[in-house]
């Protein structure tokens, strides 16, 4: 969880980060999350996303931070990831405690312990099904923006009613983890945001509006659950009194809608039409701005959060920073240095030498393992040292750019 104030020339004036494994080992995570011992299913403790932002508020409050300077909050959260908020939540939401950290208030409040988050995969008889429902993939994708997939909170929410439905039946308000975070200091259930509700499989990303036939095919009741969706950058309404008699911010403060990280990232890039830009994260993703999408089997057309009348684009690697920490500590002693010297000391075409890495199931193309080729073209079961690390970078980026060109992206030369 990472915080950064920001004056109104865009001068950073405070930042700090709580890291989940490392200063909340309560928790047990790896990563900030568990993997399930299917190895498909993927989640993360709510409480614990609370307790980091208690953490980081405190962190901040002891460093002299002068919280009654903020004019407006906002934040992104990782797309995907669902939060099911227990029937009466509400009301231990709009009278917490100010003595109390928000986390010990909120114990009771999860009807769900664990969210389901971007890295699940369980959900593949939920997807076809759902498709199956609307009349096939490609149709969904037109109306959605997206074919289905695994991660999607429509897909998890299909799982958790089937599978669960006293769970389902005990939950008043489905948020994103980005609408969960802004309920926090809003006090209230914020609402979904265009841009990460169109990561659900369940948003109409022309009307702007909740699909029928997709909330039908996953679980009764959906609609009121999920509440109205809004633009990305509406003003949701004053701090919640928690956070201005607990840490002194101003009752004036604004709560302006929280939005996914990818769209995050597209607006803290200021992308224009016509740009495009790659963000290298645990995934990775590969986004542009565009006027008239047309929706594929491959990739993701979201609703823009600057603009609410255009698009972006986007393509997805699940495969992304961890896999490249891997690979680090395999073969250059854990340090980025020794990384960056092994690639240097490489050509660029790696002699030929091609590896593709996906220790988990990859999203664009659906693959999972690790596949080394030599200059002969022959599968091979290891490289050396630097050739490995070369092989990673050149393969994970000329997997973007192929995928990109797939669905008519042009890369300028």
């Known amino acids: 969880l990472k915080v950064i104030a920001i004056d109104e ?18 928790f047990k995570t790896q990563g900030g999350v568990y993997i399930h011992s299917d190895r ?12 980091a932002l208690d953490v980081i508020l405190e962190k901040m409050k002891s460093s002299g931070f002068n ?10 959260g990782q797309q995907h990831g669902s939060v099911y908020w227990r029937k009466g939540s509400i009301q231990v939401l709009k009278n917490a405690s100010s003595e109390l950290p928000f986390h010990q208030s ?27 429902a609307v009349g096939g993939a490609q149709h969904l994708a037109s109306v959605t923006g997206s074919r289905a997939y695994e991660r999607f909170t429509g897909n998890q929410i299909a799982k958790i009613y089937s599978q669960n439905p006293e769970v389902y039946k005990q939950t008043e308000r489905i948020s994103l983890v980005s609408s969960f975070a802004a309920s926090l200091f809003l006090g209230t259930y914020a609402p979904i945001d265009y841009s990460d509700g169109s ?27 999920l509440g109205c969706p809004v633009p990305s950058h509406s003003v949701l309404g004053p701090i919640s009194p928690y956070y201005s008699q607990r840490y002194g911010f101003s009752p004036d403060c604004k709560i302006v809608a929280f939005t996914g990280d990818n769209p995050a990232s597209l607006a803290g890039m200021r992308l ?14 590969l986004f542009l701005w565009i006027q008239e999408p047309t929706p594929a089997l491959e990739g993701h057309i979201l609703c823009n959060p600057v603009d609410s009348q255009t698009y972006m684009a986007l393509l997805c690697f699940k495969n992304g920073s961890l896999m490249r920490e891997r690979i680090r500590d ?8 020794e990384f960056s010297k092994a690639l240097s000391s490489t050509v660029a075409g790696n002699n030929g030498n091609l590896g ?58």
């Open 9 to 26: 020339q865009l001068r950073v004036v405070y930042e700090d980060n709580v890291h989940f494994d490392k200063d909340l080992p309560e």
């Open 40 to 51: 498909l299913t993927v989640t993360s403790p709510v409480l614990m996303w609370v307790k």
């Open 67 to 76: 919280f009654s300077q903020v004019r407006a909050l906002s934040g992104a």
């Open 106 to 132: 909120l114990k009771g409040c999860f009807s769900l312990s664990n969210s389901p988050i971007w890295m699940d995969s369980s959900t593949t008889s939920q997807c076809r099904e759902l498709e199956r």
């Open 199 to 225: 990561g659900m499989n369940l948003l109409q990303i022309w009307e702007k509006a909740w699909s029928k036939p997709c909330l039908d095919a996953c679980a009764p009741g959906l609609e009121e659950r």
């Open 272 to 285: 224009q039409e016509g740009d495009i830009a790659i963000s290298l994260g645990t995934s990775d993703t």
């Open 330 to 337: 395999d073969c250059a002693s854990g340090s980025w240095d």
């Open 356 to 413: 593709f890495y996906f220790d988990v199931m990859e999203i664009t193309p659906e693959a999972v393992g690790i596949h080394r080729f030599n200059t002969d073209n022959q599968k091979v079961s290891r490289f050396p040292k630097e050739v490995e690390i070369r092989a990673l970078v050149e393969g994970q980026f000329m997997a973007k750019r192929i995928h990109a060109e797939k669905l008519g992206y042009k890369v300028c030369k």
